[in-house]
T-cell receptor, first 116, second 107 residues
Framework: DTEVTQTPKHLVMGMTNKKSLKCEQHMGHRAMYWYKQKAKKPPELMFV???????INESVPSRFSPECPNSSLLNLHLHALQPEDSALYLC???????????????FGPGTRLTVT | RKEVEQDPGPFNVPEGATVAFNCTYS??????FFWYRQDCRKEPKLLMS???SGNEDGRFTAQLNRASQYISLLIRDSKLSDSATYLC????????FGAGTRLFVKA
């Protein structure tokens, strides 16, 4: 089973709202990722968690706050977003992360976020 | 120079054609290479990993040339359902995605 689930599928929020995106995997993977993807662009890495610890933060603004409650779950808390933050937010997981070698990543279907 | 470069296309080919995509990468220490496909408004899906010896999966063949730092994907007997964006991905401490190559297969 290579399934990664994400909720919600769609989210519309105002610039003063607080919301959270959720991601779950049951493959026993120890690395989880958040990506942002704009139309006709490749996914851009935001955060990497390895063994439930934040290992990479790609200089993401603090209005995005990741959380990894356990090895199966990954959240992305959103607060005071801007319209330019509207995008597809993708979660992925892989067996592990780090070093010069990478394992295959499996992506969830994404949350399509619109900030009004 | 970008870390991972791909020809954005689009490639417009008829059904049954053979099409090849190349991708170059800048970090000679990279050890992991992948091809993903992404359909419009969907998530990327792993197509295949790319091994040093090259590998084949049905109509798809991937090759790695470490000396020239490029990987390739060959699709034989193209189907309408192959229409998608193909993403070259280079792994390492951080995973780097190429910008993607768009393929349109027409009847």
């Amino acid at each position: 089973d290579t399934e990664v689930t994400q909720t919600p599928k769609h989210l519309v929020m105002g610039m003063t709202n607080k919301k959270s995106l959720k991601c779950e995997q049951h493959m026993g993977h120890r690395a989880m990722y958040w990506y942002k993807q704009k139309a006709k662009k490749p996914p851009e890495l935001m955060f990497v968690y390895s063994y439930e610890k934040l290992s990479i933060n790609e200089s993401v603004p603090s209005r995005f706050s990741p959380e990894c409650p356990n090895s199966s779950l990954l959240n992305l808390h959103l607060h005071a977003l801007q319209p330019e933050d509207s995008a597809l937010y993708l979660c992925a997981s892989s067996r592990a992360s780090g070093g010069d070698f990478s394992y295959e990543q499996y992506f969830g279907p994404g949350t399509r976020l619109t900030v009004t | 120079r970008k870390e991972v470069e791909q020809d954005p296309g689009p490639f417009n080919v008829p059904e049954g054609a053979t099409v090849a995509f190349n991708c170059t990468y800048s970090n000679s220490a990279s050890q992991s290479f992948f091809w993903y496909r992404q359909d419009c408004r969907k998530e990327p899906k792993l197509l295949m990993s790319v091994y040093s010896s090259g590998n084949e999966d049905g109509r798809f063949t991937a090759q790695l040339n470490r000396a020239s730092q490029y990987i390739s994907l060959l699709i034989r007997d193209s189907k309408l359902s192959d229409s998608a964006t193909y993403l070259c991905v280079v792994g390492g401490f951080k995973t780097i995605f190429g910008a993607g190559t768009r393929l349109f297969v027409k009847a």
